[in-house]
């Protein structure tokens, strides 16, 4: 079986000296067990800069897995990362076009960035490997490679939305990001939302065509385009539950929870998840029920993210705000409605937090798919599961129909759920939870990979029949890089 070559932005598979398989998220997980199977490669960025790029390769083995990454220099992180991948391509994709930064370096900077890392990549890369290349970081990366000879099999997966017609316009150079896609074999998005919104893009913006086989044809290219709904491993998160640190903190949460229910929240402190909506309907909630006021408790766990993006700091600001007001306004001397906290917890912490919570509040103003629903219904506990909440914007929503599904914006519409949510009783959690269970269980994190890997794999390989133009083999390899293959536990190889 050829290997596999996996491409994001960042590289995290599960380390031991880092608190081991609790310490990362199930993607993290699922991609590394992957390349357990498929023999592959990790390659993305260090996380760390330096003063000038070099192109040193360092590469490591952490835990059966092969990790390749490269520094950056400051001006790539500031024009690529903080620039064009989360000043420009994360608000638009997430609609709002109001936070989306149109500055010419910074698509300079992405375009660079993505050469440099294919030039970083490539001497790794062996004829019959499959690269697997991840989020929109990385959008250009196959167009590098295609440059410079790379034939292989190249699939692309976006975690995000892909939006409407009328957005992606919005984007000087748009035609060339969607151009920059037809240089992969396979096109994944997470739902048919956002696959019809990419095919209605080519059809409409470019005059593109769909064959009789389900292909895309643009730009002189063809490629495939699916959506594959990423999941969460059920399993491992039912197994996890039973490990000591879940316990500890589901008997710490539980007792903390006496005479109230627990009513949880768990983002990335990031705009896209609605989080001043869902206190706003919280605060509803409770000026709506003076009776149930003091039986409810809100727990938002939010971990800073992206905090050297303005639009970040203020959002944090204005939660601190609107926090302080809530509580303010509602707590009592033995009592307060929102417990918030900016940290991140381990995988198992968390599940024993999502078991402990009698409703779950998810409701992102956008999301690709958000695996928080799907990690709270795989921590429930059957014989008493606590109640979905679910955004109608979440690409999840489209799996979950047995949530409670609301719209983020109406702050009527989240305090009604709440209401309904505390008060349902438990054939028809029970009723709801199986439906929802049954999906996240099925349509796993596993089933996600496996059926994206086989997808690209069937794609029609260079000089076979359906293949576009005939494509060159892969340059020779330097020495330095087949010295890497044969032995991946050298570090700091220049490649
Ligand atoms: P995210 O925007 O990060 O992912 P989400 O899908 O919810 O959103 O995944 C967040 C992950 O981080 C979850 O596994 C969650 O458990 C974890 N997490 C959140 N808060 C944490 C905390 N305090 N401590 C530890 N872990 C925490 C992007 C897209 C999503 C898409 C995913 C996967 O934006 O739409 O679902 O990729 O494709």
Known sequence: MSRLIIVSNRVNPPNPAEGGEGSVGGLAMALAAALREYSGIWFGWSGKTVPEFTGQLNMQRIEGVTVATVDLEETDYQEYYNGYANKTLWPLFHYRVDLTAYDRSFGEGYDRVNKRFAETLLPLIEPDDVVWVHDYHLIPLARELRRMGVTNRIGFFLHIPWPAHQLVVTLPRHRQLV????????????????????????????????????????????????????????????????????????????????????????????????????????????????????????????????????????????????IGRINGAYAEMDFTPIRYVNRSYRRDELAGVYRASKAALVTPLRDGMNLVAKEYVAAQDPEDPGVLILSRFAGAARQMKDALIVNPNSPEEISDALERALSMDVAERKRRWEALFDNVNREDVTAWRDDFVAALRARPGPGEAGADVPKAPVKSLDVAAKALRAGPEATAVRA
Request: proline residues 2%; without cysteine; negative net charge.
């Open 179 to 322: 151009e920059a896609l037809f240089d992969y074999d396979l096109i994944g998005f997470q739902t048919v939302e956002s696959l019809e919104a990419f095919e209605g893009y080519v059809f409409s913006e470019v005059q593109g065509s769909k064959t009789a086989a389900g292909e895309l044809v643009a730009f002189g290219r063809r490629a495939r385009a699916a959506a594959f709904p990423i999941g969460v491993d059920a399993q491992d998160f039912a197994e996890i539950l039973k490990g000591e640190a879940a316990m500890k903190v589901y008997d710490r949460m539980m007792a903390h929870s006496v005479f109230r229910k627990m009513v949880v929240g768990v983002d990335r402190l990031d705009y896209s998840k609605g989080l001043e909506e869902r206190l706003i309907g919280f605060e509803r909630f409770l000026a709506d029920h003076p009776d149930l006021r003091r039986e409810v408790m809100l727990l938002q766990i939010a971990p800073l993210s992206r905090d050297q993006v303005e639009a970040y700091q203020d959002l944090r600001a204005r939660l601190d705000g609107l």
